[in-house]
């Protein structure tokens, strides 16, 4: 049985840094190809922007970078 290490990260909405963050880690990993090895998620400290889309500038910088997303705080 493989040992699956398990990364959160957190941010006050989940809109920008946490969701940028979980994606360019599941980006890097997969770019390794270790992406199986790995458990990568992200979560707010607070409910305010529960079911938003994440932040504009954020998702133009994933997407200038090719990282790929779909996201929901």
Known sequence: MANITK????CHGN????????????????QAGR?????IA???V???E????I???AKRMLAA???PFEHRA
């Open 7 to 10: 990364i959160l990260f957190i």
């Open 55 to 57: 932040y504009p500038p």
């Open 35 to 39: 992406a199986s090895d790995f458990e």
């Open 15 to 30: 809109i920008c840094r946490s969701p940028m963050a979980e994606f360019i880690m599941k980006h890097l990993v997969a």
């Open 65 to 67: 970078k090719n990282v």
């Open 42 to 44: 992200s979560a707010a």
């Open 46 to 48: 607070s409910t305010e």
């Open 50 to 53: 529960i079911g938003n889309d």
